[in-house]
């Protein structure tokens, strides 16, 4: 009784809606029609690529009478996304959790609470794993036909498949806060074993991949996920059990989850414990250094200030870090793997479209990923009114704010555009064209999300990763981003046939700028009304 009750304390505190996009919509009509709007786009633009791309694979398969596929995608997805929600919450929910001085001396046994974080924890990584995988069952069970045991047995499937990437990357998380909570540049170190861990599944991606390349996003995936499933036990289960029905698979999944869950819950008892009393205790050491005084412009200091702030948060590095690394990696590795790296970035893209447009619209897609400018004053949180109460006027905060967006993304999209031009021969005025796109590019996303900042702020919160990754902010960062693509690859489908491309992607960086002094005047305009009306 106690473990639901706490299970219902912790599930109001991090899912209640208020929590979630850091405002009221009771008392905010226009903000909770604004937020509808982006919500609806948002589902819009997922169902309409995503589902109509699983749609259309499906339809494919079924010719080939292969549609077991679509659910080692399915299952794939969902390994991916426990995954990456597992790797970076495991260490906030349960081995330093923030509440633990609050609970410990509470006559609650120990037991109950370990279980209570983890079941919000798993709820929040089922939700994820609903979203992601409603689009690729709808597409089985359409192609396929419904069957109501093999929805049954999806259901089933469905609670087992997070289990064992929480019991193995909640260790890995573990494993890699203690390695570097050992050190005092801990943050530093724990942003870069994170970084270590995507690019080494990067590589294993890529060079399955790489056999597949120019076949299409999700055929190009096939090599990779096959190859998984030809080792990974659990995906064989689910995908026999759910295809042939095969009752004794499914039999399998559920011992093998179960006992691995049960395992794991009782094995991690001590170590959290342990762990949340070595959280309390502080690494000092011995300043041999003399402290120097040194004297900066007002908005170099802010803009230090951001630097600091970023790599002393590991999510927000690694969520906010990892587009430019992508670039600066995959057109380095192009200089050698010439026709490998273009056969995953058309892949990526989709498309059979000329091959500067696929590095813009790669460059793009990375670019799209770098929104710190929606979040970074959110990230203030309580210590918000300290910058507030500065005599610093606050459209000079936030261009600070909004050059380090900058900063962080358009160097690597310059040095891989650079990259990409080498290898693959392009000419000259190709070059200029596509670093100015670029420019505009990057620009008009960071004065979009600066302007998102000021109307959506979100200064309550327990953890960092609410703000970085379930902010309402957030959301519409990343889909603003597709959106200005979307917006730029409408207006060169409909000009290029007449003016060419050079001509008309200048034209785009051209449409991109007047956007980006549009909001850029608009943040400007509404920096100290918004400032003074924000409460932290």
């Known amino acids: 009784m106690i473990t639901l009750k706490l299970i219902k304390v912790f599930f109001r505190e991090n899912f209640q809606l208020s929590r979630l996009i850091g405002t009221n919509v009771k008392k905010n009509k226009k903000k909770a029609i604004l937020l509808g709007v982006v919500l609806l786009y948002a589902f819009g633009v997922y169902l309409f690529s995503f589902g109509y791309l699983f749609f259309e694979f499906g339809k494919a398969l079924k010719t080939l009478d292969s549609l077991d596929v679509l659910l080692q995608f399915g299952f794939m997805y969902g390994f991916g996304i426990s995954l990456i929600i597992v790797l970076f919450r495991a260490n906030g929910y349960l081995f330093h959790y923030k509440d633990y001085e609050i609970l410990e001396p509470l006559p609650i046994p120990h037991r109950s609470v370990i279980i209570a974080k983890l079941s919000v924890m798993m709820i929040l990584v089922y939700l994820s794993l609903a979203m992601i995988l409603s689009p690729i069952l709808f597409s089985?069970?359409?192609?396929?036909?419904?069957?109501?045991?093999?929805?049954?047995?999806?259901?089933?499937?469905?609670?087992?498949?997070?289990?064992?990437?929480?019991?193995?990357?909640?260790?890995?998380?573990?494993?890699?806060?203690?390695?570097?909570?050992?050190?005092?540049?801990?943050?530093?170190?724990?942003?870069?074993?994170?970084?270590?861990?995507?690019?080494?599944?990067?590589?294993?991606?890529?060079?399955?991949?790489?056999?597949?390349?120019?076949?299409?996003?999700?055929?190009?995936?096939?090599?990779?996920?096959?190859?998984?499933?030809?080792?990974?036990?659990?995906?064989?289960?689910?995908?026999?059990?759910?295809?042939?029905?095969?009752?004794?698979?499914?039999?399998?999944?559920?011992?093998?989850?179960?006992?691995?869950?049960?395992?794991?819950v009782s094995i991690i008892q001590k170590i959290v414990l342990k762990t949340n009393q070595k959280g309390l205790s502080v690494i000092t050491r011995r300043q041999s250094k003399i402290a120097k005084s040194q004297v900066h412009s007002t908005f170099t200091s802010l803009l230090m200030k951001e630097v600091r702030k970023f790599v002393s948060v590991p999510i927000y590095a690694v969520n906010s870090g990892f587009g430019p690394l992508l670039l600066v990696i995959l057109s380095s590795l192009s200089l050698v793997f010439r026709e490998q790296i273009m056969g995953f970035m058309s892949d990526t893209v989709g498309a059979a479209i000329?091959?500067?447009?696929?590095?813009?619209?790669?460059?793009?897609?990375?670019?799209?990923?770098?929104?710190?400018?929606?979040?970074?004053?959110?990230?203030?949180?309580?210590?918000?009114?300290?910058?507030?109460?500065?005599?610093?006027?606050?459209?000079?905060?936030?261009?600070?704010?909004?050059?380090?967006?900058?900063?962080?993304?358009?160097?690597?999209?310059?040095?891989?555009?650079?990259?990409?031009?080498?290898?693959?021969?392009?000419?000259?005025?190709?070059?200029?064209?596509?670093?100015?796109?670029?420019?505009?590019?990057?620009?008009?996303?960071?004065?979009?999300?600066?302007?998102?900042?000021?109307?959506?702020?979100?200064?309550e919160f327990r953890n960092d990763v609410e703000v970085v990754k379930q902010s309402v902010g957030a959301l519409i960062g990343i889909f603003g981003g597709f959106a200005f693509i979307a917006l730029n690859g409408v207006g060169y489908y409909f000009l290029n046939p007449l003016l060419g491309s050079n001509l008309t992607l200048t034209l785009m960086g051209i449409l991109n700028l007047l956007i980006f002094f549009g909001f850029a005047l608009l943040v400007s305009r509404l920096s100290a009304g918004q400032f003074r009306k924000m409460k932290a």
Not at 205 to 219: E, K
Not at 236 to 249: E, K, M, Y
Not at 378 to 395: A, M, N, R, T, Y
Request: with cysteine.
């Open 140 to 264: 089985y069970f359409y192609h396929a036909g419904f069957h109501l045991g093999k929805l049954l047995i999806v259901l089933i499937g469905f609670l087992m498949m997070p289990i064992i990437p929480l019991v193995v990357f909640s260790f890995i998380s573990l494993i890699i806060a203690r390695i570097t909570s050992s050190f005092r540049k801990s943050n530093l170190l724990n942003i870069l074993a994170m970084f270590l861990v995507f690019i080494g599944i990067m590589a294993l991606s890529l060079s399955f991949s790489a056999a597949s390349s120019g076949a299409g996003p999700l055929p190009g995936q096939q090599n990779f996920i096959s190859g998984f499933a030809s080792v990974y036990l659990p995906m064989q289960w689910f995908v026999s059990a759910v295809h042939d029905l095969a009752l004794l698979d499914l039999c399998w999944l559920i011992l093998s989850s179960m006992a691995l869950l049960v395992g794991f």
């Open 354 to 459: 000329p091959l500067d447009v696929v590095i813009l619209l790669f460059v793009g897609f990375c670019l799209s990923t770098v929104f710190t400018s929606t979040f970074t004053l959110s990230l203030e949180g309580k210590q918000f009114w300290i910058l507030k109460s500065l005599p610093i006027e606050p459209v000079k905060i936030m261009n600070a704010k909004m050059t380090f967006n900058i900063l962080l993304a358009l160097p690597a999209a310059w040095l891989s555009i650079l990259l990409f031009s080498f290898s693959f021969s392009l000419e000259v005025v190709q070059i200029v064209v596509m670093l100015f796109v670029t420019l505009s590019f990057s620009l008009l996303t960071s004065a979009f999300g600066s302007v998102i900042n000021l109307y959506f702020p979100k200064f």
